[in-house]
């Protein structure tokens, strides 16, 4: 039995698509330790929430995720290069993300799912919070 995503797309197709290479645009240089020392990059999330949507439809109906952890781990002081001093709030997410499957003709025959982690952290700890979820998406 053929499977179709919420767009009526074939799913193996949808799922080819993610493996495609992407504009240069969707690309930004990872910043600091191991992966910005070696020159690698990360999608833009924004872009990669295009792509997913495109394929699998608008988040919350072919696609979403669940939230089952949310770990505030707490904030460091550090002083920047300029002598300011700030706190680093860092936090992380467990998600269970999720798409729906179709058959040919628009009934829904199940759900896919699978784990992602994501940690993030800022200055301002509403974006530190928001961040990791962004990074277990685009995970």
Known sequence: ????????????????????QLP??????????A????????????????????????????WGYDLIDQRDLGGTEKTSQKGRKYTDWQYGVALLLWYRVFDKVGAEVGRAEWPALGGSSNENAEWAAKGAVTNAVGA
């Open 35 to 62: 992966g910005g020392a070696a020159g690698l990059t990360d999608i833009v999330p924004a872009y990669a929430v295009e792509l997913i949507s495109e394929l699998f439809g608008p988040v919350g109906l072919g």
């Open 24 to 33: 240069p645009g969707a690309y930004k240089p990872i910043s600091g330790g």
């Open 1 to 20: 039995m053929e499977h179709w995503t919420y767009t009526q797309k074939p799913l193996a197709e949808a799922i080819k698509e993610l493996d495609r």
